[in-house]
């Protein structure tokens, strides 16, 4: 009787109603264009339990999640000219692309044409295999889409920049946000933090839009110049035709039309933390009588992301994070349903091998 040898284990969840438990797997052994990395770190984002879970209803059993993923090279391929053993980098939402499209030619693969294949549960372009993420001690990813991580950044609290960092970062960068541009990020949690670090750095003045009154003070820690109560209506009446920019980091539905009108003319409201349906309704006057904008964006590509890191580093930028010992994974993921948490875990893979 023949006995099947694993190579790699991690924590993944083999059905919807299944907590997350180990499985040992195998990983590939790298090609000539990948990069083998031994995980030291991955953070825990919202959008992995929504993917346990099968929210979006397109998840893969079994599920090991993890795409905010540092770590150290511990192999190359032979074709691998940008990375050698020993190297300190990070692999965020993308694992690959078709590499030939319009979007990808020009650096964005996250708007791959094709679709780009996600770090976990999206099937490998080349062996039709499902991608299995970084909840685990180690991860196989073609060179091309692995980042460096710079020197001064603290690895553990650098792993969000790979999803929540760049999230937040490419969005402001694309629609060109300056220094005395008057922003307001809606939301303050993994991206809504972000979001103030970003644009203060970027030099905007920064106002924080939260239903919490008791987050004011937080909220200027972080860097927000101001904060406003969306639930009171004097405060937004004052708002009103003031911001440049809105970043909207709330993740569940909620009623677009008094932010809308807190914009100047020509105002961006940005959507990066709601993927449903808009309700209630919008009002289009909001936007045709300001030729205001409502956007969306989606993570950023490669090389801005590795922008993004190198910008982090210039201006000491990491995520606010609270360290998880991966057996209590399934308790995280309860505390970020409940938003117990600032603003990121991330898990230490030191936890696995013990």
């Known amino acids: ?6 190579n790699a284990i991690g924590y993944a969840a083999k059905t919807t109603s299944a907590p997350l ?18 995980v030291m770190y991955c ?4 959008s992995d339990i929504h993917q346990v879970n099968n929210d979006w209803g397109f998840a893969v059993y079994p599920v ?5 993923i540092v770590g150290k090279v511990t ?11 020993g190297d300190l980098v990070g692999v965020g939402c993308m694992v690959d692309s078709c590499r030939e499209c319009s979007a990808c030619k020009e650096d964005l693969e996250q708007y791959c044409l094709e679709g780009f294949t996600q770090t976990y549960g999206s099937p490998d372009r080349i062996d039709g295999t499902t991608t299995m993420g970084g909840y685990s001690d180690s991860i196989v990813v073609r060179e091309a889409f692995v980042v460096r991580i710079p020197e001064n950044l603290d690895p553990a609290s650098a792993a969000p920049l790979l999803c929540a960092g760049i999230t937040t970062y490419s969005p402001l960068q694309h ?9 307001g990020i809606l939301g303050m ?16 003045e920064v106002t924080l839009f939260t239903r919490s009154e008791a987050k004011a003070a937080e909220a200027r820690r972080q860097g927000a110049d101001h904060v406003i109560v969306s639930t009171d209506a004097e405060q937004m009446k004052a708002a009103a035709g003031h911001f440049d920019f809105l970043l909207d980091t709330i993740p569940v539905k909620h009623d677009l039309n008094p932010y809308l009108e807190t914009l100047r003319f020509d105002g961006v409201h940005i959507l990066v933390g709601l993927i449903e349906p808009i309700e209630p309704a919008l009002d289009a006057f909001n936007l045709v009588f300001k030729r205001r904008v409502l956007a969306g964006s989606l993570i950023g590509g490669i090389a801005e992301t590795q922008e993004m890191l190198d910008f982090s580093a210039e201006h000491g930028i990491t995520c606010d994070i609270e360290m998880l010992d991966i ?17 990121r875990f991330v898990i230490d893979m030191k936890t696995l091998k013990a």
């Open 327 to 343: 057996k209590n994974i399934n308790e995280a993921f309860e505390r970020v349903v409940k938003g117990d948490v600032k603003y």
């Open 175 to 183: 629609y060109g946000v300056e220094p005395g541009d008057k922003v």
């Open 1 to 6: 009787m023949s006995t099947v040898t694993y």
């Open 189 to 204: 949690g993994g991206l809504g933090h972000m979001g103030i670090k970003f644009a203060k750095a970027m030099g905007a």
């Open 21 to 38: 438990a180990p499985l040992p797997f195998n990983r590939r052994e790298p090609r000539p264009d990948d990069v083998a990395i031994e």
């Open 43 to 46: 953070g825990v984002c919202h």
């Open 75 to 85: 192999a190359i391929g032979s074709d691998v000219t940008q990375y050698k053993v």
């Open 64 to 68: 090991m999640p993890g795409h905010e």
